[in-house]
């Protein structure tokens, strides 16, 4: 099954098109706030080099966030629309759960944490050693993080990167695994089997993961 899956929920912007378990081919960008502009450039960039046509693709994935709201936006909307016009189904997974995925089996218990960007809490989530969630997403200060944690934690995630000294200073037997942080790749994998077993949605039934309302302010009069 070949599934284009889709990631724009940080700075770290990726597209992968992934069949039978393995990455055929994938897109890596590093951009703050061009998603719009270069997502769909992207995909065709893609695509062209993989010697497919869009009518070819499968399925497609998206990361659900939690993250940036506008590049939530950005991905979302995308594959909302790339598959409604393919007549194909999709699949949303949370941001977190790829980044424990990128961790399975490197301690007791995984935190997958991203920034909050521009605040002081971060999105965080606790798993187990094969990356099953243990709770429930939420937003925090990473000081209430650190109070859920106890015992080896492999921290992943880029507010794990932001918050490493106080990690470290409350948390002596945490680890820090170096992982990729771009996830199109580790997305499509998850993706196609669920796919391919029926577990796809159409496109309006996608959902982001918002963990707390978008901070929008008003423009100067």
Do not use: N, W
């Amino acid at each position: 099954m070949i599934v284009l899956a889709v990631d724009t929920t940080s700075e770290r912007e990726s597209v992968a098109l992934v069949e039978g378990g393995e990455v055929r081919g994938e897109v890596r960008l590093r951009t703050s706030d061009g998603h719009s502009q270069r997502l769909l450039p992207a995909i065709e960039f893609l695509l062209r080099a993989s010697g497919l046509r869009a009518a070819e693709v499968e399925g497609f994935a998206v990361a659900v966030g939690p993250g940036s709201f506008t590049g939530l936006r950005v991905g979302l909307s995308t594959v909302q629309g790339l598959a409604l016009a393919a007549g194909r189904s999709c699949l949303g997974i949370s941001t977190l759960d790829l980044l424990a995925a990128e961790a399975a089996g490197e301690a007791p218990t995984v935190v997958a944490v991203v920034d909050g960007a521009r605040t002081d809490q971060v999105f965080a989530a606790l798993y187990d050693v094969q990356a099953r969630r243990i709770d429930e997403p939420r937003a925090e200060t990473i000081d209430a993080l650190l109070a859920r944690v106890s015992g080896p934690a492999a921290f992943v995630g880029d507010g794990a990167q932001r918050h490493l000294e106080a990690i470290v200073a409350r948390q002596p037997l945490a680890r820090f695994p170096r992982r990729d942080l771009y996830l199109a790749g580790t997305l499509g994998r998850m993706a196609e089997p669920r796919l391919a077993a029926g577990e796809g949605v159409p496109p309006g039934a996608l959902r982001a993961l918002y963990l707390r309302p978008a901070e929008i302010r008003k423009s100067a009069p």
